[in-house]
């Protein structure tokens, strides 16, 4: 046999060894996306559980509208995971904006009665306008060569900006007077933030709209200091606001390194940072477990807090094999937690929106966990 012959035979040998091994990969895809699609109509499932428990929980005056508004928008996120459609997606997300209008309108009138609160209506009003939003990006990205949204988006993006510094005006006041719990404080300046980076024009006002959300950190930060020093602050809430403040700081410097990508200095800050983040979420985690626990505290923060650190793990991951890691222990805290729900449940101490919440937190677990197998399994 000669080379020639023999180098022919060899090319044909691993070329037929590539290509029987496709079916199989592609089969493994295929699965991948069937169980995807499962995860994801039970998650959507499960989140208008959580949903319509909240409604009445807030209906009968047991709760405040944060978990609620927290609800609809992760219930918005997951009909659109399933929407396969254009058509689908339009129509979820008309049906979100339709039903944040309804609950926007009975704010107003119990407002208009004496029996509303004006945070709770400037919570209404900047959540409506931010589906308008979504709708109408939705309708842009579907007609791409069309620029008769750019004027309109631009409007509601400003609206819902003004509509978020009033909310977070109205929210901190009654934290100051010890009315709101610090949650959604920390909640509606993160959303003014993005609202404020949704209207910043120039890089320059990206950096100058990040430095703003950082100083109000910052001070809210301190604020907490002084009040736990006094004795009348918690070490839970201490946690929240520095874990919030070092969020802001990643931020920032991430729109920095983006903006100025050879400078080498912002990737030794960020991973500094980061190690930072993901320490105090730990502590925040463990606090806020032993305040469930202790049955001062629900599992909706606790498992908003959880999430959180599994994001902050995933970032500090160094390569594929940690991604996994991360995300499969994040799913076995979050299986944890929904066990535990459920022994409360059944023993009566538990309550029907924090199991709900604990089991759609789970198959979020699950399916962030099957979508990064599956982006390693298309980079092979």
């Known amino acids: 046999?000669?080379?020639?012959?023999?180098?022919?035979?060899?090319?044909?040998?691993?070329?037929?060894?590539?290509?029987?091994?496709?079916?199989?990969?592609?089969r493994e895809q295929d699965e991948i996306v069937s169980e995807?699609?499962?995860?994801?109509?039970?998650?959507?499932?499960?989140?208008?559980?959580?949903?319509?428990?909240?409604?009445?929980?807030?209906?009968?005056?047991?709760?405040?509208?944060?978990?609620?508004?927290?609800?609809?928008?992760?219930?918005?996120?997951?009909?659109?995971?399933?929407a396969i459609k254009p058509g689908q997606r339009i129509a979820a997300?008309?049906?979100?904006?339709?039903?944040?209008?309804?609950?926007?309108?009975?704010?107003?009138?119990?407002?208009?009665?004496?029996?509303?609160?004006?945070?709770?209506?400037?919570?209404c009003t900047a959540a409506r306008i931010f589906a308008e939003i979504r709708l109408l990006e939705e309708r842009q990205n579907q007609n791409r060569a069309s620029d008769e949204f750019a004027s309109e988006l631009r409007t509601l993006r400003l609206s819902y900006r003004d509509a978020m510094v009033k909310l977070v005006d109205a929210v901190h006041r009654r934290s100051m007077n010890g009315t709101n719990n610090l949650n959604g404080l920390l909640e509606a300046q993160f959303s003014l933030s993005n609202a404020e980076l949704a209207v910043a024009a120039k890089p320059t006002e990206r950096i100058v709209a990040l430095e703003s959300s950082l100083k109000s950190f910052k001070n809210a930060e301190a604020y907490q200091v002084v009040r736990l020093n006094r004795g009348t602050g918690r070490s839970d809430e201490l946690a929240k606001c520095t874990a919030s403040r070092i969020f802001a700081e990643i931020r920032l410097v991430e729109e920095r390194k983006h903006q100025y990508p050879d400078r080498d200095e912002f990737v030794s800050e960020l991973r500094t940072l980061r190690n930072a983040y993901r320490e105090e979420l730990v502590r925040v985690v463990d606090i806020m477990r032993r305040r469930h626990a202790d049955g001062t505290d629900?599992?909706?923060?606790?498992?908003?807090?959880?999430?959180?650190?599994?994001?902050?793990?995933?970032?500090?991951?160094?390569?594929?094999?940690?991604?996994?890691?991360?995300?499969?222990?994040?799913?076995?805290?979050?299986?944890?937690?929904?066990?535990?729900?459920?022994?409360?449940?059944?023993?009566?101490?538990?309550?029907?929106d924090e199991l709900a919440n604990s089991v759609a937190a789970r198959i979020e677990g699950e399916i962030r966990l099957l979508e990064e197998r599956q982006r390693q399994n298309q980079a092979k």
Request: charged residues 25%; aromatic residues 6%; hydrophobic residues 45%.
């Open 298 to 352: 629900n599992v909706n923060w606790l498992l908003q807090a959880e999430i959180a650190l599994a994001h902050a793990e995933l970032t500090l991951a160094a390569g594929p094999a940690d991604r996994i890691a991360a995300l499969d222990s994040a799913l076995e805290l979050l299986k944890k937690s929904e066990a535990y729900q459920v022994v409360r449940h059944r023993s009566g101490t538990g309550r029907s």
């Open 36 to 82: 995807l699609h499962t995860l994801r109509l039970a998650y959507r499932d499960e989140m208008m559980k959580v949903v319509d428990s909240l409604r009445q929980r807030y209906r009968d005056g047991m709760d405040n509208a944060d978990g609620l508004f927290t609800a609809q928008n992760l219930l918005a996120d997951a009909e659109l995971a399933v």
């Open 1 to 26: 046999m000669s080379i020639r012959q023999f180098q022919t035979i060899t090319v044909v040998a691993c070329l037929f060894a590539f290509v029987s091994t496709l079916p199989a990969q592609n």
């Open 93 to 123: 997300l008309e049906s979100a904006l339709e039903s944040l209008k309804t609950f926007e309108s009975d704010q107003m009138a119990r407002f208009n009665k004496g029996t509303g609160r004006s945070d709770e209506l400037a919570k």
